[in-house]
């Protein structure tokens, strides 16, 4: 079974901080993403990434950067935390084999 | 521009009755197209999928039923088990682009299945 782990489930920040959420997967799989989900918004892409190093944005890529250093591993960062970046930000990596995601559990961001 | 649409946010339905969940696409480009389920505090899962040389797929309980010409794809659950309370996302892609795993989501529509 893939599995896709997250760094933390709840995170609360302060307005201005600078924030990381880490995602690794247990699977060599070279596609990794980035979503937030907001009720209402769906699943909206903020980063994916295609191999180590590589990255492209997505949808919504304002006010956030990402780290793949290496194959497992793939950071996204919050700059200046504000309070619109309060969240739950999924981590889902693909295969290219298949076309489905495989997601983590979720980090719950709260900025105040 | 949305180009996957799930047009009913919420949807109730009575254990043992079908659920109906609608999705339409505008991207002629989408060739291949994916049902996930979420519950609250998790992530995604993959539930079922289609590709475009096929008009149906059945797995179990679950059915998904594709109409190209309507550009129009519904997931169907029978018998619905309050269980299968959760928001269900439709998501699309083209097998052929260079990001093929880069699907594109719904809104996602809750159902709640009373017991």
């Known amino acids: ?112 | 521009d949305q180009q996957v649409k799930q047009n009913s946010p919420s949807l109730s339905v009575q254990e043992g009755r079908i659920s109906i969940l609608n999705c339409d696409y505008t991207n002629s480009m989408f060739d291949y197209f994916l049902w996930y389920k979420k519950y609250p505090a998790e992530g995604p899962t993959f539930l079922i999928s289609i590709s475009s040389i096929k008009d149906k797929n059945e797995d179990g309980r679950f059915t998904v039923f594709l109409n190209k010409s309507a550009k129009h794809l519904s997931l169907h659950i029978v018998p619905s088990q309050p269980g299968d309370s959760a928001v269900y996302f439709c998501a699309a892609t083209g097998r052929y682009d260079t990001n093929a795993g880069k699907s594109t989501f719904g809104d996602g529509t809750t159902l709640t299945v009373k017991p």
């Open chain 1, 1 to 112: 079974d893939v599995k896709v782990t997250q760094s933390s489930r709840y995170l609360v920040k302060r307005t201005g901080e600078k924030v990381f959420l880490e995602c690794v997967q247990d699977m060599d799989h070279e596609n990794m993403f980035w979503y937030r989900q907001d009720p209402g918004l769906g699943l909206r892409l903020i980063y994916f990434s295609y191999d180590v190093k590589m990255k492209e944005k997505g949808d919504i890529p304002e006010g956030y950067s990402v780290s793949r250093e290496k194959k497992e591993r793939f950071s996204l960062i919050l700059e200046s935390a504000s309070t619109n970046q309060t969240s739950m930000y999924l981590c889902a990596t693909y295969w290219t084999s298949g076309y489905e995601q495989y997601f983590g559990p979720g980090t719950r961001l709260t900025v105040t």
